[in-house]
């Protein structure tokens, strides 16, 4: 939402063209490597890359996608530089770091998960608030990137020109929805950090945040 128009010179939309219904869930954004990878976690991995600059990779889901902004924020904050491989999607490039190709990958954890539960990609770091539950990962900020923190969001849009009456029923729809017990107890299943209904913020409400 935020990305595309600020990398394109004619966005064939803007914020302006969409009404928010509801927010489902958020993830951790997470890095990973190659099982093989000699660092063991965060720290190692960050001095490998100050140890040799510009010679390790990472992959994203394309340029200027959401994975391609952690990686070019990472180097900032982190203070190293890599080289950004960008890929048609995320499966190809999970698939490359996973057979070698690729040093590294940008992703969400939900995708990540059964390659890391099945021991293709080493979890290297996570980019949320918090270390994920049943996971020996460093956060971003044990590292000492203070503030690097952003985690992913899935939402439902409308267009803007949907009346407004429509919209408010399918917020109402969709907080009944969200209100599920079964539905929130399996987007955590799946990895997702937590559901729109365990937070406080409305369901009409998004966060948006941009890194310089």
């Not at 939309?13 to 509801?22: H, K, N, Q, R, V």
């Not at 040093?103 to 980019?127: E, M, N, W």
């Not at 803007?160 to 917020?171: D, I, Q």
């Given at each position: 939402m935020i990305v595309y128009s600020a990398t394109r010179a004619n966005p064939?939309?803007?914020?302006?063209?969409?009404?928010?219904?509801?927010?489902?869930?958020?993830?951790?954004?997470?890095?990973?490597?190659?099982a093989s990878f000699p660092a063991k976690n965060l720290t190692e991995f960050i001095k490998l890359?100050?140890?040799?600059?510009?010679?390790?990779?990472f992959a994203s889901s394309g340029v200027g996608s959401i994975n391609h902004m952690l990686g070019e924020s990472f180097?900032?904050?982190?203070?190293?530089?890599?080289?950004?491989?960008p890929y048609k999607?995320?499966?190809p490039a999970m698939q490359d770091v996973m057979g070698g190709q690729v040093?590294?990958?940008?992703?969400?954890?939900?995708?990540?998960?059964?390659?890391?539960?099945?021991?293709?990609?080493?979890?290297?770091?996570?980019?949320s608030p918090h270390r994920i539950p049943?996971?020996?990962?460093?956060?971003?900020?044990?590292a000492g990137m203070k503030g690097f923190t952003d985690e992913a969001w899935y939402g439902i849009l409308a267009p803007?020109?949907?009346?407004?009456?429509?919209?408010?029923?399918?917020?109402e729809a969709m907080k009944k929805v969200m209100a599920s017990p079964e539905l929130r107890a399996q987007?955590?299943?799946?990895?997702?950090?937590?559901?729109?209904?365990?937070r406080r913020n409305s369901p009409r409400r998004f966060a948006t945040r941009s890194r310089g």
């Open positions: 064939k939309y803007t914020l302006e063209s969409f009404a928010p219904i509801t927010n489902i869930a958020s993830m951790p954004n997470i890095l990973t490597v190659n890359l100050k140890d040799s600059p510009g010679k390790y990779t180097q900032a904050e982190a203070g190293v530089k890599m080289i950004h491989v999607g995320s499966g040093h590294s990958l940008f992703d969400q954890f939900p995708s990540s998960k059964p390659y890391i539960d099945g021991g293709k990609l080493k979890p290297i770091g996570v980019i049943g996971y020996d990962v460093m956060t971003m900020e044990e803007a020109k949907v009346p407004p009456e429509v919209v408010a029923r399918l917020t987007l955590e299943k799946v990895g997702h950090a937590r559901s729109a209904a365990r």
